[in-house]
């Protein structure tokens, strides 16, 4: 027994000097030519593997993930993000890429052994150790979703399909088309007219001025607002350039636009509506809820330009934002912390009914 304890004692001495050997000496190659070790690659990717399925939710979790405006802002955001290393759907990667150690797979074969839950864990969290980033934000799980949306569609889409769903025609707004970096950064999801793709994802830019997105524009590239999606956006954006998208866009007038119409499989009732006019009005029961119209209109009096128009606003996008302030999760601007004052005091059904008000009005950008 004495001799098997001593044994096993210079075994982990002779493992223990091995391995400062290793790391103090620099025996280890760290050269991505040489690759790993036979069996080392078995070892990190069965271990990556069952470490995913330990962590992943539940299926049961996975939202709906057919909606074209999901698949397209999930699309917009992995050609800003993810592009560089996984490549166009249908085409080799770049010689950069192929030598890199781990390589990071094309696309469609990154996917295919993933169910949703498996990706959404993987796209949130990131990988150790193999470039493979975690989302800009712990505050935004949802917008994940939107990427997995896309990663659930990329199978069957070729390098055509694929650049179909990232152009558009923007000879509908000259200002727009004629500015490069909305075409680049923006239009994939706020459309060419800055409508918002498949609506309610994403907020309409003709209802917003250029005091509000420079302010938001410089929130997200801060990270005093949360956003995977717009952090990555803001981030690829000079000083210069956000003054002129700001500028620019400020300027589109959704005046003429007709209002939106429901989200489909949301109730938009009168009732609804008028709950939502009176909490708006400033009739709600508690005290501690002002009145909506006051600084987001429609405007009875003189306001703020870094208060965003709400009249003619996309309903699932107002619900959502009204969601993520009450949980804490949004930030913003210096005027945010007005609405995280005022937001918990709202319930869901409350909520709603804001959204569905709000949405129900034809667009209304100037005073009476």
């Not at 909606?67 to 993810?82: M, R, T």
């Not at 993933?114 to 949802?142: H, Q, Y």
């Not at 979703?145 to 923007?170: C, G, H, I, K, S």
């Not at 000079?238 to 959704?254: F, P």
Request: glycine share 8%; charged share 20%.
């Amino acid at each position: 027994m004495k001799r098997y304890v001593v044994f096993t004692l210079c075994l982990i001495l002779l493992a223990l000097i091995a391995a400062c050997a290793v790391v103090g000496l620099g025996l280890f190659n760290v050269s991505a030519r040489q690759g790993h070790l036979p069996g080392v690659y078995w070892i990190l990717h069965t271990t990556y593997r069952n470490s995913v399925d330990l962590r992943a939710p539940s299926v049961d979790t996975v939202p709906d993930l057919t909606d074209e405006g999901l698949v397209q802002l999930g699309a917009g955001h992995y050609d800003s993000a993810c592009v560089m290393c996984h490549g166009v759907p249908g085409q080799a990667s770049s010689a950069t890429v192929q030598h890199m150690v781990p390589m990071p797979p094309p696309i469609q074969g990154a996917v295919e052994n993933w169910n949703p839950a498996e990706l959404f864990w993987i796209v949130k969290n990131g990988v150790k150790m193999s470039g493979m980033p975690a989302w800009p934000t712990l505050e935004r799980s949802d917008e994940v979703w939107p990427v997995v949306a896309f990663l659930n569609r990329v199978t069957e889409m070729d390098a055509a399909a694929y650049d179909a769903m990232l152009t558009q025609d923007a000879t509908q707004q000259p200002g727009l088309a004629s500015l490069q970096t909305y075409r680049q950064r923006c239009q994939v999801c706020h459309g060419p007219v800055g409508l918002g793709v498949e609506a309610s994802y994403v907020p309409r830019l003709d209802l917003l001025n250029e005091a509000y997105i420079k302010a938001s524009l410089l929130a997200y590239r801060s990270g005093e607002r949360h956003s995977g999606i717009m952090q990555q956006v803001a981030s690829l954006l000079s000083d210069e350039e956000i003054d002129t998208l700001a500028e620019v866009v400020g300027k589109i007038s959704g005046r003429t636009a007709p209002a939106v119409p429901p989200t489909e499989g949301v109730d938009r009732s009168a009732d609804l509506i008028a709950a939502g006019a009176k909490i708006a009005a400033g009739e709600s029961e508690h005290r501690d809820v002002p009145a909506c119209n006051a600084c987001h209109g429609p405007y009875p009096v003189e306001r703020s330009e870094l208060f965003p128009a709400l009249a003619g606003q996309h309903e699932g996008y107002i619900l959502r934002q009204l969601e993520l302030f009450k949980s804490d999760s949004r930030g913003g601007s210096e005027r945010a912390r007005l609405m995280h004052e005022v937001v918990p005091h709202l319930d869901k059904a409350q909520m709603q009914s804001l959204a569905a008000y709000y949405a129900s009005l034809a667009p209304a950008l100037d005073l009476p």
